[in-house]
C-alpha cells in the first residue's frame, strides 16, 4: 500500500511563502510522475504542477507560473510557493502516477495524499 503524506499548510499573508512537502511511503518507484493539486471550497479541484521522474521536467498551471516551484528528492516532493495571493487558499494535494509522462490530468494520478490547508489572508 503506497501512503502519500503532505505537510507545511497553514495561514500566510499575501505575499508570504509556503514550502509544502509529500513524503512518499509504502512502495518503491521506480521513476513516477508526481504532481499538486488544489481544491477551494465548492470547486473543483485543479492542477498546479506536475514534475516528471527523477526531477524530470517541471510544468505548471498558468496562474502559478513564476511564484511556484515543484521539486523531488528521493521520496519526497515539494511544492514552494512564493508571492502568495489569496486566490491560492485552497487544500493541497499531493499525488503519484504510474505513467511515465507528466500529466495535468487528475484522472492520471493513482495514489493521492489526505491534503494540507493553505490560507492566504488579503
Known amino acids: 500500500q503506497v501512503s502519500l503524506v503532505e505537510s507545511g499548510g497553514g495561514l500566510v499573508q499575501a505575499g508570504g511563502s509556503l514550502k509544502l512537502s509529500c513524503a512518499v511511503s509504502g512502495r518503491t518507484f521506480t521513476t513516477p510522475v508526481m504532481g499538486w493539486f488544489r481544491q477551494a471550497p465548492g470547486k473543483e479541484r485543479e492542477f498546479v504542477s506536475t514534475i516528471g521522474g527523477r526531477g524530470g521536467n517541471a510544468y505548471y498551471h498558468d496562474s502559478v507560473k513564476g511564484r511556484f516551484t515543484i521539486s523531488r528528492d528521493g521520496a519526497t516532493l515539494y511544492l514552494q510557493m512564493n508571492s502568495l495571493k489569496p486566490e491560492d487558499s485552497a487544500v493541497y494535494y499531493c499525488?503519484?502516477?504510474?505513467?511515465?509522462?507528466?500529466?495535468?490530468?487528475?484522472?492520471?494520478?493513482?495514489?493521492w495524499g489526505q491534503g494540507t490547508q493553505v490560507t492566504v489572508s488579503s
Open positions: 499525488a503519484a502516477s504510474l505513467t511515465s509522462v507528466p500529466s495535468s490530468d487528475k484522472t492520471r494520478y493513482r495514489y
